[in-house]
């Protein structure tokens, strides 16, 4: 088996700073809010993936059955000799873009989990000994500076993580991905369809509840780590969808009036009964749409593949 290289570029302490900025920004604004970044601690990564074996969550499904048929000729139209992943995780979809490209020299996993990234290696590797793995702890909304591997090189942003960007975050992260790419480079984006309002909120609000416990451990991680004291089963869970912004909003109803108290922070924060939190939006797309931002960001968009339902995207794009 041949070792991997592990690089990180966030501070130490990275990960306790950001949770204290965003907690402080998000609840001391009108309306309040929360990133969805913060749902993936150890419990929450379980739920998620809880989540997309949910019959109503469709996205995971969808978009690995077009990597099953797709990534053939997904290899043909780059040759890529590395894969880059961002916000890589456990790799587990990867493993299909792996087996597809023969000419496949390194892959770089991005991710801000360094435990997550040393297990999807020691897994790769057992299968794969031939494989270069350099993975980067960093932060993929963040200018990125990848290591010295053989281009060609695929750039992969899965899962329909960019719907949950908001639009100047996405303009910002997709002309990051376009600096990276150098003649010959290509970006493979997934991105989560514009459908029937009825389908997409059955995907964020399960019938048995899966989702309304994801959506509340953004409160644990904020317990644990700053020593609030949120009550989950002071808030209900509610997903909605925002037709205007082409988007589902998740968000937290507060039961009733109520007080939270932050020591980390010297934060009191109040909730009126009903008073809403956003955690997340999932932004949803057409051709047209995901065609318009990449060119604003200085991309073409060259191949764009569904699942025979029609549900899911995977585009491919090259710098202009």
Same mark, same amino acid.
């Given at each position: 088996m041949s070792p991997y290289e592990l690089t990180r570029t966030l501070p130490e302490d990275a990960t306790? $700073? $950001?949770?204290?900025?965003?907690?402080?920004?998000?609840? *001391?604004?009108?309306?309040?809010?929360?990133p969805p970044k913060w749902f993936y601690d150890a419990r929450g990564s379980e739920l998620f993936e809880e989540i997309t074996a949910l019959d109503e969550y469709y996205p995971t499904r969808a978009e690995r059955e077009i990597l099953l048929?797709?990534?053939?000729?997904?290899? $043909? $139209? *780059?040759?890529?000799?590395?894969?880059?992943?961002l916000g890589s995780g456990s790799s587990e979809k990867t493993r299909h873009l792996l087996d597809a490209l023969p000419l496949l020299h390194s892959y770089v996993p991005v991710d801000v989990s360094g435990s997550a990234l040393t297990g999807a290696a020691d897994t790769l590797l057992a299968e794969r000994p031939d494989l270069h793995v350099h993975a980067l702890i960093a932060d993929f909304t963040k200018e990125l500076v990848l290591p010295d591997t053989p281009g060609p090189r695929l750039v992969a942003f899965l899962g329909g *993580?960019?719907?949950n960007l908001l639009p100047d975050e996405r303009a910002g992260f997709l002309a990051s991905v376009r600096a990276m790419l150098v003649p010959g480079d290509a970006l493979l984006l997934g991105t989560d369809l514009v459908?029937?309002?009825?389908?997409?909120?059955?995907?964020?609000?399960?019938?048995?509840?899966? *989702?309304?416990?994801?959506?509340?451990?953004v409160l644990a991680v904020v317990d644990r780590e700053l020593g609030a004291d949120f009550d989950p089963a002071d808030f209900d869970h509610v997903a909605l969808w925002d037709s205007g912004q082409r988007w589902i909003e998740m968000r937290l109803r507060a039961r009733?009036?109520?007080t939270v108290k932050i020591p980390e922070l010297d934060l009191v924060v109040t909730f009126e009964a009903g008073e809403e939190m956003r955690t997340e939006v999932s932004a949803k797309f057409t051709q047209a749409t995901v065609r318009s931002e990449l060119a604003g960001?200085?991309?073409?968009?060259?191949h764009w593949w569904t699942d025979e339902a029609g549900r899911f995207a995977l585009s491919l794009a090259t710098a202009v």
């Open positions: 306790d $700073a $950001a949770l204290r900025a965003d907690v402080l920004h998000g609840l *001391t604004q009108s309306p309040k809010s929360l048929a797709r990534a053939p000729e997904i290899a $043909a $139209a *780059t040759g890529a000799r590395t894969l880059v992943e *993580t960019i719907g459908k029937e309002e009825s389908v997409l909120v059955r995907a964020y609000d399960d019938a048995s509840g899966v *989702t309304a416990a994801f959506n509340k451990n009733r009036d109520l960001a200085g991309m073409e968009l060259a």
